[in-house]
């Protein structure tokens, strides 16, 4: 296992699409994490998972995002109806504690 | 509530000079704080923690920071500056749950 793993690494989608992206933690992290990041901005925290349950959304997240992990492994991450607001970097982190979290290469989600 | 503040969205220097990148916090509670590095189209990497132990904390990559609780302050510093350090870094901040504040970033050059 060489880290966290996030697929597609870039995505183009037409306004009003659905997407969906996926993230692969480390193999024995529990804990799982989203975070959104606009250019020039640090990452926004979206929501966190420890293993299947998700036990805390940010108020970034509308209803028209949805985040599941279903087996307390990979995790999901839709957007639907996008809109161009949606445009940033989708990044997801994993970890065993809460003093280190390992974050993926992101997902870069451009909506025209 | 906790806070991060990088003082300059970018810094500039000299191969072989001082890098000093500035952030402050604000934390009701004692935190725990991070600097991550940021190469483009890349994720965060963990350059170094404070998690209440050594207030000065040594990283990769020849970094270091130092907390000093007294002026709420984190700042990362390198003696030496390399190419290869040319990034983003930003500064985080935790209480030890889930969610991880980060900074608006700071963007580092360095000039031959």
């Known amino acids: 296992d060489t880290g966290v793993s996030q697929d597609p690494r870039h995505k183009i989608t037409k306004r009003g699409q659905n997407v969906t992206f996926r993230c692969d933690p480390i193999?024995?992290?529990?804990?799982l994490y989203w975070y959104r990041q606009t250019l020039g901005q640090g990452p926004e925290f979206l929501t966190y998972?420890?293993?299947?349950?998700?036990?805390?959304k940010s108020r970034l997240l509308s209803d028209r995002f949805s985040a599941e992990r279903p087996k307390g492994s990979f995790s999901t991450l839709e957007i639907q109806r996008t809109e161009q607001g949606d445009s940033a970097m989708y990044l997801c982190?994993?970890?065993?504690?809460?003093?280190?979290?390992?974050f993926g290469q992101g997902t870069r989600l451009t909506v025209v | 509530a906790q806070s991060v503040t990088q003082l300059g969205s970018h810094v500039s220097v000299s191969e072989g000079a001082l890098v000093l990148l500035r952030c402050n916090y604000s934390?009701?509670?004692?935190?725990?704080l991070f600097w991550y590095v940021q190469y483009p189209n890349q994720g965060l990497q963990l350059l170094l923690k404070?998690?209440?132990?050594?207030?000065l904390v040594k990283g990769i990559n020849g970094f270091e920071a130092e907390f000093k609780k007294s002026e709420t302050s984190f700042h990362l510093t390198k003696p030496s500056a390399h190419m290869s350090d040319a990034a983003e870094y930003f500064c985080?901040?935790?209480?030890?749950?889930?969610?991880?504040?980060f900074g608006a970033g700071t963007r580092l050059f360095v000039k031959a």
């Open positions: 934390s009701s509670v004692p935190p725990y």
């Open positions: 982190a994993s970890s065993l504690t809460d003093t280190e979290a390992f």
């Open positions: 404070y998690t209440s132990a050594a207030t």
């Open positions: 998972f420890q293993n299947e349950a998700q036990l805390e």
């Open positions: 985080a901040v935790s209480t030890g749950g889930f969610k991880t504040i």
């Open positions: 193999s024995e992290h529990n804990r």
